[in-house]
């Protein structure tokens, strides 16, 4: 890995600013009770109601199921997440029971806590040594279709999970992009009181 030059503009953990998405991967194979722990930690994730709309998808590298998780990505992001660990598909339901009740309701936040759930794992990976990288380019009629995921979840992302490897491994046009990213300050981000930004 490039050496990380991020600082942050406030006292954080060290953990946020550590965590970054490489696309070079080691083909080093994850076993399950290591996968498994960033699902435990996703698990933690807040969400309104406690109703906790994520489920994660997954195959590991070397599995039954690796070669078809490979299939629903588009070519551009099959060619470097081929060497990943693990595949992972991030869905949640779109639907859920609110107390006391007994019919389920339209969950407006579902977005909005599977992504707090997607934070929860993609941090516990990487204070375990391993990275993560999120991808929008997968086709979601396929992994809809392939995964048998009933209506009433929505598909949001793939995510390949494995070990930083050697940026050599890519292609050059990609060898210039494989260091942590920067990001806008604090002060593009959040205001007080009225929308200013």
């Not at 933690?44 to 906790?52: G, V």
């Amino acid at each position: 890995m490039s050496e990380n030059t991020r600082v942050a503009d406030h006292a954080i953990e060290e953990h946020f600013i550590n965590r970054w998405s490489p696309r070079a991967f080691t083909d080093e194979t994850i076993d399950e009770a290591t996968l498994l722990t960033f699902f435990e930690a996703a698990r933690w994730a807040p969400s309104a109601y406690n109703s906790q709309p994520w489920r994660f998808l997954y195959a590991r590298r070397g599995t039954p199921n690796w070669e078809r998780y490979l299939g629903l990505l588009v070519e551009f992001n099959r060619g470097w997440a081929q060497h990943a660990s693990a595949i992972v598909i991030v869905v949640s339901k779109t639907t859920f029971t609110p107390p006391g009740a007994s019919e389920e309701k339209p969950a407006l936040w579902h977005t909005f806590d599977t992504g707090a759930a997607w934070a929860y794992l993609a941090l516990q990976a990487s204070i375990s040594g391993w990275h993560t990288h999120g991808m929008a380019g997968f086709d979601q009629e396929l992994t809809r279709k392939e995964l048998k995921i009933p209506e009433g979840y929505d598909i949001h992302a793939a995510v390949a999970i494995g070990r930083a490897g050697d940026k050599s491994s890519l292609p050059d046009y990609l060898q210039a992009r494989e260091v942590p990213s920067p990001r806008q300050p604090v002060s593009e981000l959040a205001a007080e009181g009225d929308f200013s930004l």
